[in-house]
């Protein structure tokens, strides 16, 4: 597992603002707002990045084309494997890290039309970064923002120039 890239201290900071649209609510009231997002804007895809949000968007039908879940929530509650795919892929990604495997991951799963849930062995937060700059234009990465609500970010040229501008803030591996 090579490390790609290492989050400094700074940009810690700077991520906990949410990077996107924040839809505040509970998880009915967020997933109402979301629901019709997705019918008036028509995504090119659905990217969800997080155990809760993702279960919350499938069990109101919204099926994201790609799922990125580590099975915990908030670090310590363990969330159930219960969410139907048509492929799991296994990445290692320790916490405030994002591995080449884990970026490889991402790439090809945005590159498949299939139903793909990558399982994170660590942690899977940064990876929203990476969903965005390699997804199509007009793609939703959706993640949650806890005790708040969710943040949707719709793909454009300046939030993929603002995730190069977060990857290119952090620790960068030479090997």
């Given at each position: ?8 201290p ?6 906990k ?34 155990d ?94 806890p ?13 993929k ?10 620790k960068?591996?030479?090997?």
């Amino acid at each position: 597992m090579t490390t790609a890239y290492t989050l400094t201290p700074e940009l810690r900071i700077k991520l906990k603002d949410p990077f996107g649209s924040l839809i505040l609510g509970t998880p009915d009231e967020t997933m109402t707002k979301m629901k019709a997002l997705v019918e008036n804007e028509k995504p090119a895809k659905i990217i969800s990045v997080g155990d809760v949000v993702s279960r919350n968007l499938h069990q109101y039908n919204i099926h994201p084309q790609l799922t990125i879940i580590d099975n915990i929530s908030l670090r310590d509650q363990h969330m159930p494997k219960e969410m139907a795919v048509e492929k799991t892929v296994y990445v290692d990604n320790p916490q405030g890290t994002i591995t080449q495997q884990a970026i490889f991951a991402v790439k090809d799963a945005l590159e498949k039309n299939e139903h793909t849930h990558i399982v994170v062995n660590g942690e899977e937060d940064l990876l929203t970064l990476i969903a965005v700059l390699y997804a199509p234009e007009n793609a939703f990465v959706v993640y949650g923002q806890p005790h708040s609500g969710i943040v949707v970010v719709k793909v454009s040229p300046k939030n993929k120039a603002q995730a190069q501008e977060f990857l290119n803030s952090m620790k960068v591996s030479k090997s």
